[in-house]
């Protein structure tokens, strides 16, 4: 079911090997869905509600009457909130909090020289749109990963789009209104794709949409997964509004030893393997019998999980693989390379090994800490960087909604002080109106 890489021996025999290229990785292709959302963004811009009501009909099947969530519909569906959810959604919380209340940075002032001061101060964006995904599956819980982080930095107004489900009389799933309504949000739209992005992005307004009375209010940032083409969106919107980052399809790597139990690694691939076709579930391991216990396990649990087409389907796609190493250094160098959005790390001594990771969005250290776990209930965050970009971006924080800006201070001493060198510099650049800015400051005081 599960392909095999063996990378043993080859660094022995001389090869030079690039294992971003030899770790398999979903092949997704964000500028060929360009083209499509492109005319979607569009006609939202110029069109406002009449083309987000025409693009709901025609990719969801739904014909909206309002496009937000009327506050009745919100609260009739945490009133029907199954006990046992409402308790686990109220404990993800609980905790997500909990872990995001220590993110927020405080504002630091330096003193640069007596007189001259840098402040630097975390300001919080003033208004955000957060998209949750309602495709293959349902997100209450991206609910909570994305709306405790915006509001314990402080954000003013927040928005929540989710695509409008025909079961529920097109709106969003239940379960994900009433996690809004844990969550205190009231302003949430049933739209999705690639119009939901546009519509935060340009806003609709009245004008716009004639006499319906509705008013979106453009934000100035957009978070949240999505598939391919909310991907896509981003790119193309990505200046008119900020992202977060274009998320693609998920991914876990387990970086395993022979003392890792096959079944907990196999349920660990298989319970990512649920979430898309497209989903890549990665072992690396220098135990030739761990690899054929898990594989023996990944064929007996496939045939007892609910969706056993789709993770079929995706452990054995070009994104998945056990990858063979000749020993836990070369396995770190393959996981660095590859970062991964998930990472677990079963091994002998996992704290030591999970300590010298450098690439990962989240890395889950030892048998009891499985992604699954960081899916719901952890307290860190779920909004993960995939396709590699854990290389360079942070998954999704308090910081992702604060923007950081210096305020700068200087007294007439201190920048009488610094005259000449800021002269200099500015002569050196061949911009000597820098210069005069601070010539002008000190004409006849004899400077």
């Known amino acids: 079911m599960i392909r095999r890489i063996d990378l043993r021996g080859r660094l022995a025999a001389g090869e030079t090997l690039d294992y971003r290229t030899l770790v398999p990785r979903a092949p997704v292709d964000v500028e060929a869905a360009l083209d499509a959302v492109r005319p979607i963004c569009d006609d939202v811009r110029h069109r406002g509600l009449a083309a987000v009501r025409e693009l709901t009909l025609r990719f969801d099947g739904v014909e909206l009457r309002d496009v937000r969530v009327p506050q009745d519909a919100i609260d009739q569906a945490l009133a029907g909130l199954d006990g046992r959810v409402r308790t686990a959604l109220e404990e993800s919380i609980r905790r997500a909090r909990l872990v995001h209340g220590d993110q927020r940075r405080q504002d630091v002032t330096t003193t640069v020289v007596p007189g001259g001061t840098v402040t630097e101060r975390w300001i919080p964006v003033q208004r955000v749109g957060l998209y949750v995904p309602g495709g293959l599956a349902v997100y209450p819980s991206s609910v909570v990963m994305n709306v405790v982080p915006a509001q314990v930095a402080g954000v003013d107004s927040l928005a929540v789009a989710s695509p409008p489900q025909k079961h529920f009389g097109g709106l969003p799933h239940p379960t994900i209104l009433a996690a809004c309504a844990l969550l205190g949000v009231t302003e949430v739209y049933a739209v999705g794709g690639a119009q939901a992005l546009a519509m935060f992005a340009y806003g609709l307004s009245n004008d716009a949409v004639g006499d319906d009375g509705v008013r979106v209010r453009p934000v100035d940032l957009v978070t949240g997964p999505g598939n391919v083409y909310v991907a896509a969106a981003k790119r193309l919107l990505r200046g008119v509004v900020g992202i977060d980052a274009e998320a693609g399809p998920t991914e876990i790597a387990v970086l395993a030893d022979d003392t890792a139990d096959a079944g ?184």
């Open 264 to 447: 907990h690694v196999a349920a660990d691939l298989i319970s990512q393997a649920e979430h898309d076709p497209l989903a890549a579930s990665v072992l690396v391991t220098d135990s030739d019998a761990l690899a054929d216990a898990v594989t023996a396990e990944l064929d007996l649990r496939t045939k007892t999980t609910k969706h056993d087409e789709r993770v079929r389907t995706a452990l054995s796609g070009e994104q998945s693989g056990i990858v063979l190493v000749d020993d836990l250094e070369q396995g770190l160098a393959v996981v660095d390379a590859y970062a991964a959005e998930h990472l677990e790390i079963q091994t002998r001594d996992a704290a030591t090994v999970a300590s010298r990771v450098r690439n990962a969005g989240a890395v889950f250290v030892g048998p009891w800490s499985p992604v699954s776990l960081g899916d719901y209930a952890a307290g860190s965050n779920h909004v993960l960087p995939t396709g590699g970009s854990a290389r360079h971006t942070s998954g999704l924080s308090v910081q992702t909604f604060l923007r950081g800006v210096h305020v700068v201070h200087y007294d007439q001493e201190a920048l009488k002080n610094v005259a000449d060198d800021v002269r200099a510099l500015a002569d050196a650049e061949d911009l000597p109106a820098h210069g005069e800015a601070i010539t002008a400051r000190f004409e006849g005081d004899g400077r």
